[in-house]
C-alpha cells in the first residue's frame, strides 16, 4: 500500500523553526518527485516546494524562497521541509505528495496525499 506520512508540526513562535518530515511507504521513494502543499481554512491549496526525483532540481514558493529548504534521503525513504524565520501567514497543515520523476506547478498532477501535519505560528 502506497503510503505518505507527515510529521514534525507543532506550535512555535514567530522566528521559530520546524523541520516537517514526509516518510514513503509502499513504493521506491527514489523514482518519484516529491512536493510540500499548505492549506489553510477558507484558501485554496497552495504548492510550497517540491524536489525531483533525483534530488537535482528544486523549486518554492516566492513567499517561503531564502527561509524553507526542501531536502531527501532516500536511503531514509524520506522528504524533508526545514522552515527557519516562521511567519503568522506560514501557519496551514502540510501536506505532501508524489509525482512520478519530475516536479509539476500543476497541483492536480501529484498524488498519494498524506493526511497532513498541523503548523501554527504564534507569540
Known amino acids: 500500500q502506497v503510503r505518505l506520512v507527515e510529521s514534525g508540526g507543532g506550535l512555535v513562535q514567530p522566528g521559530g523553526s520546524l523541520r516537517l518530515s514526509c516518510v514513503g511507504s509502499g513504493f521506491t521513494l527514489d523514482t518519484w518527485a516529491i512536493g510540500w502543499f499548505r492549506r489553510t481554512p477558507g484558501k485554496e491549496r497552495e504548492g510550497i516546494s517540491c524536489i525531483s526525483s533525483s534530488g537535482s532540481s528544486t523549486n518554492y514558493l516566492d513567499s517561503v524562497k531564502g527561509r524553507f529548504t526542501i531536502s531527501r534521503d532516500n536511503a531514509k525513504k524520506t522528504v524533508y521541509l526545514q522552515m527557519n524565520s516562521l511567519k503568522t501567514e506560514d501557519a496551514a497543515v502540510y501536506y505532501c505528495?508524489?509525482?512520478?520523476?519530475?516536479?509539476?506547478?500543476?497541483?492536480?498532477?501529484?498524488?498519494?496525499w498524506g493526511q497532513g501535519t498541523q503548523v501554527a505560528v504564534s507569540s
Open positions: 505528495a508524489r509525482r512520478h520523476r519530475d516536479c509539476s506547478t500543476v497541483i492536480e498532477t501529484f498524488g498519494s
